[in-house]
Structures are given as C-alpha cells and as structure tokens.
C-alpha cells in the first residue's frame, strides 16, 4: 500500500531542497552552550546530528573514518577537544566509550530522547535531556 502524503506535507517538501534536514531547535541555538562554540565545534556537532535518523539516538559516530570519508575533516586534532567542549556544554552525550582496535565511540544529542541499545555504557535514563540550557560561560576574572 503507497503512503499518500497530505497537501501540507507535500507543500514542505516541494518547498525545501532534498529529503532528510538537520532539526536544530531555536532552544539549542539561543543557548550560551550553543553561541559559545567556534565554527568547527559547530560543524562537528551538525556532523555528529545529521546522523539521526529517527531511532537512533545514541548511536551517533563522531570516528576518523566517518568524519573524514563522508564530512571531509583532514585533520584528527581538533576533533578530541571539540567532543570535549561538546560534551561540557551539554550539547551530546556519550553513551558508549570507544575501544581499540575496531570500536567505536557512540553519541547522543542531548535535545531529543535516547534511543537506548544493549551496547551502550550507559543504562536507558542517562541522558542529561536538555542539559546545554544550564550551562553559563564561566565568569571573566
């Protein structure tokens, strides 16, 4: 049986360029978590997000071989510190460690559910949901 998409849903989709888009909630980037990042922490959390694919979340690679094959990153050395400014602001969640040789670390976005899976280091209630809302800039001495 074919799926008949409504006029409003066939509307949205005459009305933006290709299929599947990154939702970034206005929440996310009004926040000081969000507004405080460089461009190339920006461009890895929106590489790291357009992974979701509706079910899941927390399964999210950030590994040298999708970063660099399919995202175009040519340099491992900032990706380490902006995980880390990522994940201090609240902005992804790790949810499996990555281990040598072959496995990798996992991600969530921290502003939509976990879709929880038997491999992650994490039990199903550990997302810190919406946790990039509290974080402050640390004050200027």
């Known amino acids: 049986m074919s799926k008949t998409l409504s006029k409003r849903q066939q509307k949205a989709r005459h009305e933006r360029d290709g299929g599947r888009f990154v939702a970034l909630p206005y929440s996310v980037l009004d926040s000081e978590a969000f507004k405080s990042l460089t461009g190339q922490q920006i461009k890895l959390l929106i590489d790291i997000a357009m992974q979701f694919g509706g079910n899941n979340n927390?399964?999210?690679?950030?590994?040298?071989?999708?970063?660099?094959?399919?995202?175009?990153?040519?340099?491992?050395?900032?990706?380490?510190?902006?995980?880390?400014?990522?994940?201090?602001?609240?902005?992804?969640?790790?949810?499996?460690?990555?281990?040598?040789?072959?496995?990798?670390?996992?991600?969530?976005?921290?502003?939509?559910?976990?879709?929880?899976?038997?491999?992650?280091?994490?039990g199903e209630q550990a997302l810190p949901r919406g946790s990039y809302i509290h974080w402050k800039s640390p004050p200027i001495n």
């Open 58 to 122: 927390g399964r999210l690679s950030a590994s040298w071989r999708y970063l660099s094959e399919d995202r175009g990153w040519t340099s491992k050395s900032p990706i380490r510190p902006a995980l880390t400014v990522l994940e201090e602001r609240g902005l992804i969640f790790c949810t499996r460690v990555g281990r040598f040789p072959s496995v990798p670390a996992w991600y969530a976005v921290t502003w939509r559910p976990l879709h929880h899976h038997s491999d992650m280091d994490c």
